[in-house]
Nanobody, 123 residues
Framework: QVQLVESGGGLVQPGGSLRLSCAAS????????MVWYRQAPGKERELVAK???????EYADSVKGRFTISRDNTKNTVYLQMNSLKPEDTAVYYC?????????????????WGQGTLVTVSS
């Protein structure tokens, strides 16, 4: 079993910053991908940023230059630094990880989601 716990959401004024964290725990051999999504009220969930174990970070056009995704492999944690926040960034932010988890003498691939954290950008 693998669990993700998110933190860092809250209320911030336009132009402000927040840093989200998502920590994985459980039976983890490796983490192949770490992804942040968001879902605004009345809209579909969209990919915000992702980082693959052997690749460069990728971002949605709407957040390029403002958001930065990073990972700490020693802590099995992914971060999303959000700067110059806009009201349209208001959403519930979810992290997802693709994890190689121990399963007996082997491993299985799991796609695990966090519980979501609300980010509200408003004056």
């Amino acid at each position: 079993q693998v669990q993700l716990v998110e933190s860092g959401g809250g209320l911030v004024q336009p132009g402000g910053s927040l840093r989200l964290s998502c920590a994985a725990s459980g039976s983890i051999r490796s983490i192949n991908a770490m992804v942040w999504y968001r879902q605004a009220p009345g809209k579909e969930r969209e990919l915000v940023a992702k980082i693959i174990s052997d690749g460069s970070p990728e971002y949605a056009d709407s957040v390029k230059g403002r958001f930065t995704i990073s990972r700490d492999n020693t802590k099995n944690t992914v971060y999303l630094q959000m700067n110059s926040l806009k009201p349209e960034d208001t959403a519930v932010y979810y992290c997802k990880m693709v994890v190689q988890s121990y399963w007996g003498y082997s491993t299985i691939t799991l796609e695990v989601w966090g519980q979501g954290t609300l980010v509200t950008v408003s004056s």
